[in-house]
């Protein structure tokens, strides 16, 4: 059973601040690690991802990974009351033809 | 900016009804999906679609589920008899393959499926 696993939160930060979200995954031959927002009632949004270890920006979002933990990370830097919403990790298997999401983190930004 | 889109985005129907989902992915993408997610749950994959064929398909993926690409443009989620716990939004996704894998898949709007 292929498992992603993250905090479900909720998860407050200021505004301002940085928000630290965190995901780890079961199966070691997975390639490609993706995060998604997804505000309630709407579709997953992508963010970011990633595919090497080691830290990726983009903006404000920095993605991390370590593929010898099992551990993908992802920090926004500012954090606006409309980042507010639930950060989901996805994972793709080994196959390439699928996703594992994890439950979701559930972040809510004060102003 | 290229978009998946999705019809309708809310059905209501009878249990043991058929009903069918409609898709239309970004159009160079070769690679389609659909995904569930039944409310306060996570996001869970159903079926991938390549090259006119399923590529891999969950344990939720049962026989009364279907899927196919009538034309260029449309890809289709069929399911055959619903029941009450087939109540949940459903999602589309394609991507453009590189490297022989899929790559980053973007997602639809959704369906909400309601079976009473």
């Known amino acids: 059973q292929k498992e992603v696993e993250q905090n479900s939160g909720p998860l407050s930060v200021p505004e301002g601040a940085i928000a630290s979200l965190n995901c780890t995954y079961s199966?070691?031959?997975?390639?490609?690690f993706f995060w998604y927002r997804q505000y309630s009632g709407k579709s997953p949004e992508l963010i970011m991802f990633i595919y090497s270890n080691g830290d990726k920006e983009d903006g404000r979002f920095t993605a991390q990974l370590n593929k010898a933990s099992q551990y993908v990370s992802l920090l926004i830097r500012d954090s606006q009351p409309s980042d507010s919403a639930t950060y989901l990790c996805?994972?793709?298997?080994?196959?390439?033809?699928?996703?594992?999401f994890g439950t979701g983190t559930s972040l809510t930004v004060i102003p | 900016e290229p978009e998946v889109t999705q019809t309708p985005s809310h059905q209501v129907t009878q249990m043991g009804q058929e009903v069918i989902l409609r898709c239309v992915p970004i159009s160079n993408h070769l690679y389609f999906y659909w995904y569930r997610q039944i409310l306060g749950q996570k996001v869970e994959f159903l079926v991938s679609?390549?090259?006119?064929?399923?590529?891999?398909k969950s344990e939720i993926f049962d026989d009364q589920f279907s899927v196919e690409r009538p034309d260029g443009s449309n890809f289709t989620l069929k399911i055959r008899s619903t029941k009450l716990e087939d109540s949940a939004m459903y999602f589309c996704a394609s991507s453009e393959p590189t490297s022989g894998t899929s790559d980053t898949q973007y997602f639809g709007p959704g369906t909400r499926l309601t079976v009473l």
């Open positions: 199966d070691r031959g997975s390639q490609s």
């Open positions: 679609f390549y090259n006119n064929e399923i590529s891999e």
């Open positions: 996805a994972v793709n298997g080994y196959t390439g033809n699928q996703f594992y």
